[in-house]
């Protein structure tokens, strides 16, 4: 199976500042699909196929990446954004998921 | 709108066996696959198995001999049982609705399920 790696394990950003997460695969995969988690709260689709942002999230993320990098950029990191971030590949059988980057407020 | 909601017990004996049904509104389970993911307390996801849209099934091999996943269209019901429970499967068990896009990933979830194992 693909294992996904995500760095870093935990950061704290201040409002205002610019944060990129990073995930990479043991292998080479097509694209790359990020959910955010809050705390006691089920995932929630944040970017899919790599650069596509879900329903409702603000335009200050970003996704993009190939092959076996991807990053999940905050071009103007916000209080809600705290959370952690959860990258997923199925390109190949099973999907997988990285152990998440916490994100946390400075 | 697109719902799921999952319902099972809070606690299991351990090598008992877990049953969660996960009933689904808003989309109907002959056009969307259902899958099943888990979050043990303080980890990461884990991707355990799905119902496709056209009554198949595909499991995680991880879970491939304890694990069976069913459903029952007419009630818009998914179940997941899993035999031979173990503390290390206590966890947060998820329903979710797989989209469709270029790849294949998660776009609605339920609000999930914590199950203990005891011993």
């Known amino acids: 199976e693909i294992v996904l790696t995500q760095s870093p394990t935990t950061m704290a950003a201040s409002p205002g500042e610019k944060v990129t997460l990073t995930c990479r695969a043991s292998s080479s995969v097509s694209y790359m699909h990020w959910y955010q988690q809050k705390s006691g709260a089920s995932p929630k689709l944040w970017i899919y196929d790599t650069s596509n942002r879900a329903s409702g999230v603000p335009n200050c993320f970003s996704g993009s990446g190939s092959g076996t990098s991807y990053s999940l950029t905050i071009s103007s990191m916000e209080t809600e954004d705290a959370a952690t971030y959860y990258c997923q590949q199925w390109s190949s059988n099973p999907p997988t998921f990285g152990a998440g980057t916490k994100l946390e407020l400075k | 709108q697109v719902q799921l909601k999952e319902t099972g017990p809070d606690l299991v004996q351990l090598t008992q066996t877990l049953s969660i049904t996960c009933t689904v509104s808003?989309?109907?389970?002959?056009?969307?696959?259902v899958h099943w993911v888990r979050q043990p307390p303080g980890k990461g996801l884990e991707w355990m198995g799905a119902?496709?849209?056209?009554?198949?099934?595909d499991y995680n091999s991880a879970f491939k001999s304890r694990l069976s996943i069913s459903r029952d269209t007419s009630k818009s019901q998914v179940f997941l049982k899993m035999n031979s429970l173990q503390t290390d499967d206590t966890a947060k068990y998820f329903c979710?609705?797989?989209?469709?896009?270029?790849?294949?990933?998660?776009?609605?979830w339920g609000p999930g399920t914590m199950v203990t194992v005891s011993s």
């Open positions: 808003g989309f109907s389970l002959t056009t969307y696959n």
């Open positions: 979710a609705r797989r989209g469709y896009g270029s790849s294949w990933y998660f776009d609605f």
């Open positions: 119902m496709w849209n056209g009554g198949g099934t």
